[in-house]
Each structure stands twice: as structure tokens, then as C-alpha cells.
């Protein structure tokens, strides 16, 4: 497995690669490499010649609010290298912030994707998903791939990706991966480091009140604001510190209807240090 650090030398492979006729996958991330991580490889082999899997963690999206979680973002490089080259990636590239942004983050061009970018996450994390939106359209242009691969478990960021990549033009397939999960149903997520022994064992609570509400759903019941009233009193009292609780339209993430059948309930909460998102796809 190469390992770049250039744009240059990245466009160079990726040219060499194009002109033998290979299909090309990326897959971005921030690194701290875990199982989920590796699932997405593996969906990016089965739809790809190559695979190129970027790790860069964005300062643009750790907004003020963050309270540090940018500098404090684990840094696992050489872990994140050898789990790669297991994995059979083709390439890492790992850029620094200055090739990244060259006129500074504060100095650079943003791409926004309104509408979808500003609530749910994008309410607590403001300019967020403008961060997302800004690197990922830069990988997509330095890259060119075939194919992108996200994991479904940040449902909004793949929205918003898949939105992104339909206006702007890419002519690229954005391929969304089921969230991988820990044996007692906990999404698996870098974030999941910050949560004390005692936070781990109560953590799957997340996971099950989703599955809860989802029930609720396919049984027929239409009261979604008894539902997500519900499941947030559910989690206060398993010591969450709710954010949202929301049955939404799964295509553009407004307030579900009655007669809305494709649904996802996406939930976000604090348990200590360490903020959990999760989220389930329905149709009824």
C-alpha cells in the first residue's frame, strides 16, 4: 500500500490508475481507524479496481462549540497505516492542514448545502456540515473516483454528501454502508473512547430506544411527538443528556407525517464526555 501526502503525487497515481482503465473508490475519513471504518474498505473493494482511503481530521468541522474536541481528536497513524494495509487498501493519503488549506482555514473557499445542513446536528454543531461539505467536495475534485463510501451512521453527513455531489455535478456513485455495531447494538464510532467502563455498560440504551420508537412506528402508531417525547424521557432516565429525538422523512430529513412510509429516527445525546449519534431506517 502507497502512502501520499501530496496532491500532486496523489493525482499522479490516480492518472496513472485511470489510464489503465481502473475503477476507483475513496473512502474518507478522520482516522482512529475501527471496525466500521474497515467495512467501508471492504464496500469500497466490491464496487472498485482501486482503493484509496484518505485520513485527515478537518479542522473546519469543529466549530467553536466543539470545546476542544479538535485538538483532543485521536491521532492514530500508524495504527490507522497497518489496519490499511490489512484491510488490502491501495492507497493512504494523508495530508497535512497546509496542503490541505493552503490560505489557511480561515481563508478558505466553503461549500454549504442548505437546508439539510442546519438542523438536527447542524443545529448543536454549527458551520458543521459546512466543514464536511467543504473537504469532501475538495476529495471528490483531487480524486475523481468512480465510487465514494460513507457509513450510514452519520445518516445526515450522507445526505448532505449525496446532495453535495448531485448539485455540484461530481460524476461520482455515493455508496452508503450500514452502521457496524458492538455485540450489545452500540454504533461503533472513534467518539466511543471518551465513554467511562461504567458509561460503556449504559451506552447501548441509545440503540434501544430507537429500536423502541421503531417499533412504535411499524405497529402503526402516528404520534410522533408521543414517541420522541418518550424516548427522550427514556434516555434522561438511563443518565443521557438528550440533544434530539426525531422521526423524520428519510429523503430530506423533515418532521414525518402520518402518511410518510420511508422513515428514519435519528437520535443524538451525550453520555459524559462522549457524544453519540445513532439512527434507523424504517419503511412502513
Not at 474518507?28 to 467501508?40: A, D, K, R, V, Y
Not at 445526515?156 to 461530481?170: D, G, H, M, N, P
Request: aromatic residues 8%; contains cysteine; hydrophobic residues 45%.
Amino acid at each position: 500500500m502507497q502512502t501520499l501526502t501530496t496532491i500532486a503525487d496523489l493525482r499522479q497515481q490516480i492518472h496513472a490508475w485511470s489510464q489503465q482503465g481502473e475503477r476507483i473508490a475513496l473512502v474518507p475519513t478522520m482516522g482512529n481507524l475501527h471496525t466500521g471504518h474497515l467495512q467501508l474498505v471492504e464496500a469500497a473493494k466490491q464496487h472498485a479496481d482501486r482503493v484509496l482511503v484518505s485520513v485527515f481530521v478537518n479542522p473546519l468541522q469543529f466549530g467553536d462549540a466543539s470545546g476542544g474536541d479538535f485538538e483532543r481528536y485521536p491521532r492514530t497513524f500508524e495504527a490507522d497505516r497497518q489496519k490499511l494495509v490489512e484491510s488490502g487498501a491501495d492507497l493512504l493519503f494523508f495530508p497535512s492542514q497546509e496542503e490541505m488549506y493552503p490560505a489557511g482555514v480561515e481563508n478558505v473557499t466553503r461549500v454549504e448545502v442548505p437546508g439539510i445542513s442546519d438542523i438536527l446536528c447542524g443545529k448543536f454543531r454549527p458551520g458543521h456540515f459546512v466543514g464536511v461539505a467543504t473537504v469532501v467536495a475538495k476529495f471528490l475534485n483531487m480524486v475523481q473516483p468512480d465510487v465514494a463510501v460513507f457509513g450510514e451512521k452519520d445518516f445526515q453527513q450522507l445526505l448532505v454528501i449525496r446532495r453535495l455531489a448531485a448539485e455540484l455535478c461530481f460524476p461520482v456513485e455515493i455508496v452508503g454502508v450500514p452502521t457496524v455495531r458492538e455485540v450489545d447494538g452500540l454504533a461503533m464510532s472513534s467518539r466511543n473512547q471518551y465513554l467511562s467502563a461504567e458509561e460503556r455498560q449504559r451506552a447501548a440504551a441509545l440503540y434501544r430506544t430507537l429500536q423502541a420508537a421503531k417499533e412504535r412506528l411499524v405497529s402503526g402508531e402516528t404520534d410522533m411527538a408521543a414517541i420522541e417525547s418518550d424516548a427522550e424521557k427514556i434516555l434522561r432516565e438511563a443518565g443521557f443528556c438528550p440533544e434530539y429525538f426525531t422521526v423524520c422523512r428519510a429523503d430530506d430529513l423533515q418532521p414525518a407525517a402520518a402518511a410518510d412510509t420511508a422513515l428514519v429516527i435519528l437520535a443524538a445525546a451525550w453520555l459524559g464526555e462522549a457524544r453519540l449519534i445513532d439512527n434507523i431506517q424504517l419503511q412502513r
